[in-house]
């Protein structure tokens, strides 16, 4: 197992008056974040996803550490805009700040699929229903910022991009169909979704640079994202990964640094990898600013009947 120099009270500070959100709440490094910095004291966390008895087991697990933190689940599914929507809208009517959205929910090496809405089931639920709840609650971010001295955007990326495919990176054309034309489609299909993780995040800082946008790559660790894969897809993680894998108890910690560490010690829009170390995996794509840029548009198009 790897060695990583992380220390909760060293390393993130007292988070009271706080209000984070961290979506995929119920479960794996959500949820294990979301236990981890209920130790400093945030006045709430809203933990979002679909399975509320997982949610209960998470806020009781909180209680448990005897925060005064109010925890609170919020269904949210990300393969159905209307969902996603609808939470963002809760949030913003009932929150006055909103300091931290950790956007980590997320799908790995799915079988070829549609989401509601009709996108790719990996992009659709790992980057088009972040990217709403994002821009739904942009504006309580940037209220944030200015009223409480700054507000937080966590991406959660993968190294894993490195397996976007060749020649495009993202394949805008084809993002409305399920993709099954690549031989490790389920792979490069959650590649492409994890690319697009990044360039969102890193499109996010320059864009709006008043909000403290964090890429975390929380590297390789036997949550249920690994542990219910298949025999063969589990090997393709293990070999794949072979010296990076974490023990399950450190996959949260490198998200959990990003919500403490001082604001002029991170540079924004950048990757991070285990524990807060500047990336150094980026492929040609993740720093192609044109790519980025038309991310971003592509995205804009699709939420525009959304964000009304
Ligand atoms: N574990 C790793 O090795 C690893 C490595 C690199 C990156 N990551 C990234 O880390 C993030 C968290 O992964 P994890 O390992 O914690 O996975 P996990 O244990 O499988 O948990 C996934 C979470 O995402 C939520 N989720 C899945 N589908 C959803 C949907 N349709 N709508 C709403 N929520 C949904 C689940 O909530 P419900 O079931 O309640 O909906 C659950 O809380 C992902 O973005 C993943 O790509 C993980």
Known sequence: MVKLDFNLERDVPELTGK????????????????????????????ITGRNESAAQHVIADIKSTGTQTETVWLRCDHANLASVKEAAEVVSAKESRLDVLMANAGVMARPPGLTNDGYE????????????????????????????????????????FVLAPRGHGIVFDDLKTTQEYWILGKWQRYAQSKLANL?????????????????????????GLVSNLGFLDKMIVYLGNIGRFLDVDQGHWNQVWAVGVP????????????????????????????????????TEEELRPWLT
Request: net charge positive; charged share 20%.
């Open 19 to 46: 209000v984070i959100l961290i979506t995929g709440g119920t479960n794996g490094l959500g949820a294990a974040a979301a236990v981890m910095l209920a130790r400093r004291n945030p006045a709430k966390i809203y």
């Open 121 to 160: 089931l990996q992009f659709g639920i790992n980057h088009v229903a972040h990217a709403l709840l994002i821009r739904k609650l942009l504006r309580l971010l940037q209220k944030t910022a200015k009223e409480h001295g700054e507000a937080r955007v966590i991406p959660i990326s993968s190294l894993a």
């Open 199 to 223: 360039l969102y995040g890193r499109e996010l800082a320059r864009r709006y640079p008043e909000i403290v946008t964090l890429v975390a790559d929380p590297g390789p660790s036997n949550t």
């Open 263 to 298: 604001k002029d010690q991170a540079k924004g829009g950048e990757l991070y990898e285990p524990v807060g170390k500047p990336s150094q995996a980026y492929t040609h794509w993740c720093l192609d600013s044109n790519l980025a840029e038309r991310l971003w548009d592509w």
